[in-house]
């Protein structure tokens, strides 16, 4: 016979070989979580909303999404200004010289790469997963085939988890978590269902690096399979950043003594803060974006101001030949166009390689501000 405390205990030094598949069997129809379920969807269905409003969602799409992705890869410790950031976008991802840089426009292409394989299936496989690693870690690595995989706590270096050892083991826990996140018969809401899915993807850890981040893409696909969104604009690692040390410890509650409700509770307010959140960010730079527009159109006197503004904002930093290729006017004009905004203060030009970028100073402050706030 055990006692209960010593039945539980579970080393955390030896494989979790053992890892449920889910769901848990624990109640997770607590009034507390009905509650914040209803908070969470209702700020989710806003954002949601936000998004259809926008006459061009991608303008805002590519400014989020690299906040996202500068956000999360910055959990690894990989600091990158912003500056460097918006440089590398304009580049092509070999051309890349700041490997900081160049993690985060990876990350990037990895949700995108998420959003296309979705798109095309239908359901999120366990394939998709390893594709989406492969993507943001630049590498041909699959499942982790070497044991001796430990997760230790960033700030204390202390080991906190030793994930499940053994490639096929591993490949089978996958594939019962493929089938639970496909079931569309389970009567746990979406948001709750999230929570669940995000840990046991971190319990299995099926790759030797990237679990993290490829698990946050999957927290985002998991939604837009849903309909919950309709693109990947809810800029999640922020709050997993902010609060990463209470993240990892509800992680390892679950693990060491079952305790689901407060894991689940924390994901769920991670989503309705995070699209509070997102949304007064989408709405500052919407009200910039008109602000702005109606300036251009003054300074240029010319009809391209719609078109060009949108550029502008999809593109922090820009060059004479992206508004060529667009289609805004010939290469003569255009410069004359940038020339005129430079003197109106609304752009600011800087050399950089042999070219000259403009940098929208006023939407690049405002992201710049919004990363700053995490602190
Ligand atoms: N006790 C735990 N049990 C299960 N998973 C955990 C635990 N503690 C942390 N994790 C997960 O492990 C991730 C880190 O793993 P890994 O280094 O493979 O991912 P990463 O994407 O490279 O890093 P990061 O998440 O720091 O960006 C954390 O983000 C977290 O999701
Ligand atoms: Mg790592």
């Not at 580049?91 to 979705?118: C, H, M, Q, T």
Request: charged residues 30%; glycine residues 4%; negative net charge.
């Amino acid at each position: 016979m055990f006692s209960k405390d010593t039945d539980m205990i579970k080393d955390i030094n030896k494989p979790n070989n053992d890892l449920k598949k889910l769901p848990p069997e624990v109640n997770l129809e607590t009034p507390e979580i009905f509650r914040a379920c209803i908070k969470a969807n209702k700020a989710l269905a806003e954002l949601k909303g936000c998004c259809m409003r926008l006459p061009n969602p991608e303008m805002l799409l590519n400014t989020v999404i690299l906040q996202e992705s500068k956000t999360s890869s910055e959990i690894e410790n990989i600091v990158t200004t912003q500056d460097d950031l918006y440089k590398a976008t304009l580049d092509e991802i070999d051309k890349i010289s700041n490997p900081a840089a160049k993690e985060v426009i990876l990350y990037r292409e990895a949700i995108y790469k998420g959003i296309e394989l979705f798109k095309n299936r239908g359901i999120i496989t366990a394939n998709m997963l390893i594709e989406i690693m492969q993507t943001l870690r630049g590498t041909q690595e699959g499942i982790r085939k070497i044991c001796g995989t430990k997760i230790a706590n960033p700030a204390t270096k202390k080991v906190v988890y030793t994930p499940p050892e053994g490639e096929t083991l591993i490949r089978e826990k996958l594939s019962d978590l493929e089938k639970f996140i496909n079931d569309d018969d389970t009567e746990l809401d979406t948001l709750v269902k999230m929570a669940l899915i995000h840990y046991q993807f971190e319990a299995i850890h099926p790759f030797s690096d990237g679990n993290g981040r490829t698990g946050r893409i999957l927290n985002i696909l998991y939604l837009i399979k849903e309909g919950l969104l309709d693109m990947p604009i809810l800029y999640l690692s922020h709050y997993i950043i902010v609060y990463k040390s209470v993240y990892y410890k509800l992680l390892n509650n679950v693990t060491l003594d079952d305790e689901w409700a407060d894991w689940v509770l924390y994901m769920i307010k991670a989503v309705e803060e995070t699209a509070k959140y997102t949304l007064n960010q989408i709405e500052e730079i919407l009200r910039l974006k008109n602000e702005t527009e109606q300036k251009v159109k003054e300074v240029l006197q010319s009809n391209i101001y719609k078109e060009l503004t949108e550029l502008l904002f999809m593109h922090p930093y820009i060059k004479i030949k992206v508004l060529e290729d667009k289609g805004i006017a010939k290469r003569q004009t255009v410069s004359i166009y940038l020339k005129k905004l430079s003197e109106a203060g609304i752009l600011n030009p800087v050399k950089l390689w042999k070219e000259t970028y403009y940098i929208n100073t006023a939407l690049f402050d405002l992201l710049s501000k919004g990363i700053e706030m995490k602190n």
